[in-house]
């Protein structure tokens, strides 16, 4: 909540706290017509508040306990956070098993669904739900999200400089052409690479390296057995457990990767119905994208040259 105030009517009660006492003293000296703005702390208790609306979309700015949420449409809401904001995510975040999350973990980039009460002239989330399995995260990362919040000037600015350039560089999925695709197989219910596996990921990104601005693209999958958070949860830890070969055995720069995602059980690549079909679907595929305007480029240099 944001309350304008005039420098000379600042009052030292206990429930305006939130203001340092090294400020206080700087306001009270400062021009009398100057207005500043004060950020009180969020309510601990949101009983009794008048229910707010709910929020789709994903996470493109954080600082401190304020987070913006960046709806489908491209507009924008800021919601504060508070100690009783509710953060859960279904099978757990890329792999880590958990339910209960922290307010830490609300990465840039994140779908989410958030219910707010009203609280003054703004919004307290009192829930944060986490999407997980959806190509959506992948592509919201790679179109950049605005971190543009005053605090922090160093990292926000470094972190939105980094946004920019890959945005430049990536567009949505639409404007890729797959240039192949590895599948690496897993046992059932684990997500351990096995040497060959291990090997033939380092084949494909040696294949990814010899070619202009290629990105990787890794989704986790696995057969039918099991409930469906279970599998969601070791669809994300074999995508997870992949981009981690790459990156630190393989030499595949971090900046070349899309974020990685789990499908569970969906789009198998085989029938579920028998054993060698099951065992085809659990798998991590590993794509080799390539922007259509540099294909576009390379053929267009090829035919010239014949």
């Known amino acids: 909540m944001h309350t304008h105030i005039k420098r000379s009517s600042i009052l030292l009660l206990a429930a305006a706290s939130v203001l340092p006492l090294a400020s206080v003293a700087s306001a009270q000296q400062a021009d009398t017509s100057e207005q500043i703005t004060v950020t009180a702390a969020a309510p601990s208790d949101l009983a009794g508040l008048t229910a707010g609306p709910d929020l789709e979309g994903f996470i493109s700015a954080r600082t401190g306990n304020r987070v913006q949420i960046t709806s489908d449409t491209g507009a924008t809401t800021e919601v504060v956070l508070s100690p009783a904001t509710e953060i859960r995510a279904a099978g757990g975040f890329l792999g880590m098993r958990r339910t209960a999350l922290t307010q830490e973990q609300l990465l840039n980039g994140v779908p989410?669904?958030?219910?707010?009460?009203?609280?003054?002239?703004?919004?307290?989330?009192?829930?944060?739900?986490?999407?997980?399995?959806?190509?959506?995260?992948?592509?919201?990362?790679?179109?950049?999200?605005?971190?543009?919040?005053?605090?922090?000037?160093?990292a926000i600015a470094d972190n939105a400089a980094a946004t920019e350039a890959l945005r430049g560089r990536f567009g949505d999925i639409d404007q890729y052409n797959v240039r192949g695709t590895t599948n690496v197989s897993f046992d059932t219910g684990r997500w351990n690479l096995s040497p060959a596996a291990e090997a033939e990921l380092c084949r494909t990104a040696q294949q990814a390296e010899g070619m202009d601005n290629a990105l990787l693209l890794v989704v986790g999958y696995t057969d039918s057995v099991g409930d469906e958070d279970f599998n969601q949860e070791l669809s994300e830890r074999r995508a997870g457990r992949v981009v981690n070969y790459l990156q630190q055995r393989c030499g595949w720069a971090p900046y070349r990767m899309l974020t990685p995602t789990g499908m569970a059980e969906s789009d198998p690549a085989s029938d579920n119905s028998t054993p060698q079909g099951r065992a085809a679907n659990r798998r991590v595929a590993v794509n080799i994208l390539v922007s259509k305007a540099v294909d576009g480029m390379e053929q267009d240099r090829v035919a010239s040259s014949r």
């Open 112 to 154: 989410v669904t958030v219910a707010t009460v009203e609280w003054g002239d703004g919004l307290v989330a009192s829930s944060v739900r986490m999407k997980n399995g959806d190509l959506q995260t992948a592509a919201m990362v790679r179109n950049g999200t605005a971190q543009r919040f005053g605090e922090h000037d160093v």
